[in-house]
């Protein structure tokens, strides 16, 4: 007798070609590019958390966003982060999120989650190349320009 196990479906859909996609080359590139896809109207109240997926020549695959949290803090799962990953066959990944009371700085917090996600890329051969944490004002922090990636 068979036994009945569910059917696991893993898609990605590429709706615009790659040749259109766009390249990221500076952290400024990366700013750009999410805070087009931040909602302008919440940036400044809860925090998110916003992965870029890029594919080899480090050109943009999608933006996701992983978490929307609360005021001071939001979720950011290291294998929902990286099953997304494997599933749209993503090269390399820029993590990001914002701190709605405009504080530049990382915390602990933010540093440790870092590292985490960066240990966890290296295994699976998925490269971190930066996080960013965007503000309301436009202003953001690049942990690669700042040494800490």
Same mark, same amino acid.
């Given at each position: 007798?068979?036994?009945?196990?569910?059917?696991?479906?893993?898609s990605y859909?590429? +709706?615009i070609?790659a040749?259109?996609?766009?390249?990221?080359?500076?952290s400024q590139?990366? %700013?750009?590019?999410?805070?087009? @896809?931040?909602?302008k109207?919440? =940036?400044? $109240? /809860?925090?998110s958390?916003?992965?870029v997926?890029?594919n080899?020549?480090?050109?943009? #695959?999608?933006? /996701?966003?992983?978490?929307k949290?609360? =005021?001071?803090?939001?979720?950011a799962?290291? +294998?929902?982060?990286?099953?997304?990953?494997?599933?749209? %066959?993503t090269?390399?990944?820029?993590?990001? @999120?914002?701190?709605?009371s405009?504080?530049?700085?990382?915390?602990?917090?933010? #540093?440790?989650?870092?590292? #985490?996600?960066?240990? %966890?890329?290296?295994? $699976?051969?998925?490269?971190?190349?930066?996080h960013? =944490? $965007?503000?309301p004002?436009?202003? /953001? /922090?690049?942990? %690669?320009?700042n040494?800490? $990636?």
């Open positions: 007798m068979k036994s009945k196990v569910n059917e696991i479906k893993v859909k590429e +709706r070609p040749s259109f996609w766009q390249k990221i080359v500076s590139d990366a %700013a750009q590019v999410l805070f087009e @896809h931040w909602d109207d919440t =940036i400044g $109240l /809860y925090e958390f916003k992965v997926f890029l080899n020549s480090n050109k943009v #695959k999608g933006v /996701y966003e992983l978490s949290g609360g =005021i001071t803090g939001t979720l799962d290291v +294998r929902l982060l990286f099953g997304i990953a494997l599933k749209s %066959a090269c390399a990944v820029l993590l990001s @999120h914002n701190h709605p405009g504080k530049l700085m990382p915390s602990g917090a933010d #540093k440790d989650l870092t590292n #985490k996600l960066k240990q %966890a890329g290296d295994i $699976l051969d998925i490269k971190v190349l930066d960013l =944490i $965007l503000v004002n436009g202003d /953001y /922090y690049s942990f %690669a320009d040494g800490l $990636l």
